[in-house]
């Protein structure tokens, strides 16, 4: 089985960095995803990491560390369409597919 | 191309009706999931679909809940008996396989909006 963990919630300032976590533990990991979702909306793929590193994408990027179970999902500049929801998902080979954890609610203030 | 589609996008019901929820997933996606999300909450895994292989529900919450994929394309998702508990927004999502790697990326449809009365 897997175990996804995230935090809840987080608040950030517009304009600032936000770093959002995930540790994960899993039999037999083959990719970690990272997924927005804004409120009544259905989530939209944001990143794929599956090599140890940094994967940047324009204000976005994504860190993998498959020796510590861990990722985190880096936002800079923030906007505040930005705020939304932000799911890691996990591939697991056993599973046979993707779990998602329960998604980081991130609030960005003005 | 077209992306995946749901229907109905919202569906009002009487507790103890049956209930149906359609999915057409991306054409060519040999993988299909059922998930279910509370208001607030995060995603709940209902099944899985993956090419001609029995699929995996192991996330269906009781008997009265049961999805079909004909054909390899559409599927359909339904609920027996609904009880006000089972509403909630109920999202479809299909990836081009589940081998690994980006074609196990997830695309969504905009999910249907159950409410049991």
């Known amino acids: 089985g897997q175990n996804i963990d995230q935090p809840t919630e987080m608040t950030a300032t517009e304009g600032a960095i936000v770093q959002i976590n995930c540790t994960y533990q899993?039999?037999?990991?083959?990719?970690l995803f990272w997924y927005q979702q804004h409120a009544g909306e259905a989530p939209t793929f944001l990143s794929y990491?599956?090599?140890?590193g940094l994967e940047e994408k324009g204000r976005f990027s994504s860190f993998l560390s498959r020796s510590k179970g861990y990722s985190y999902l880096l936002l800079k500049e923030l906007q505040m369409k930005d705020s939304a929801s932000y799911l890691c998902?996990?591939?697991?080979?056993?599973?046979?597919?993707?779990?998602f954890g329960d998604g980081t609610t991130l609030t960005v203030k003005p | 191309g077209a992306g995946v589609s749901q229907s109905p996008s919202n569906k009002v019901t009487e507790k103890g009706k049956d209930v149906e929820l359609r999915c057409d997933p991306i054409?060519?996606?040999?993988?299909l999931y059922w998930y279910r999300q509370s208001l607030g909450q995060g995603l709940e895994f209902l099944i899985y679909?993956?090419?001609?292989?029995?699929?995996?529900k192991s996330g269906l919450p009781s008997d009265r809940f049961s999805a079909e994929r004909t054909g390899g394309s559409v599927s359909t998702l339904t609920i027996q008996r609904t009880q006000q508990e089972d509403s909630a927004v109920y999202l479809c999502?299909?990836?081009?396989?589940?081998?690994?790697?980006?074609?196990?990326?997830?695309?969504f449809g905009p999910g249907t909006r159950l409410t049991v009365l």
């Open positions: 999502a299909s990836s081009s396989d589940s081998g690994g790697g980006l074609t196990d990326t997830q695309y």
């Open positions: 899993t039999s037999g990991f083959n990719g």
């Open positions: 990491n599956v090599l140890d």
């Open positions: 998902a996990v591939r697991d080979i056993g599973a046979g597919k993707s779990t």
């Open positions: 054409s060519g996606h040999t993988a």
């Open positions: 679909f993956q090419g001609n292989s029995a699929p995996d």
